[in-house]
């Protein structure tokens, strides 16, 4: 699974990078996590707004802050 948290570097993009290792962590599963701070590379995703998650090439969460038990629904679907 490929994960990027989409972000300025800001403690909210941050929190969320954080919450997302958490996820990954709790259930066990296998993924790559990289932080994309390039605005370029951000808006390549359609994401005006931050922090956002990205999971297998698809946004899943933009704008929002998502606790960890959130991000586990959203990789398990």
Do not use: H, N, R, W
């Not at 997302?20 to 066990?28: F, H, R, Y």
């Not at 701070?37 to 998502?66: Q, R, W, Y």
Request: hydrophobic share 45%; aromatic share 2%; proline share 1%.
């Amino acid at each position: 699974m490929d994960i990027k948290v989409l972000g300025s570097g800001c403690a909210k993009c941050k929190t969320l990078e954080q919450a997302t290792k958490d996820a990954v962590a709790e259930l066990g599963i296998e993924a790559t996590i990289t932080k994309v701070e390039d605005f370029i590379k951000i808006m390549e995703f359609g994401v005006m707004t931050t922090p956002a998650l990205v999971v297998d090439g698809k946004v899943v969460s933009k704008g929002t802050l998502l606790k960890v038990e959130e991000i586990k629904e959203l990789l398990t679907k």
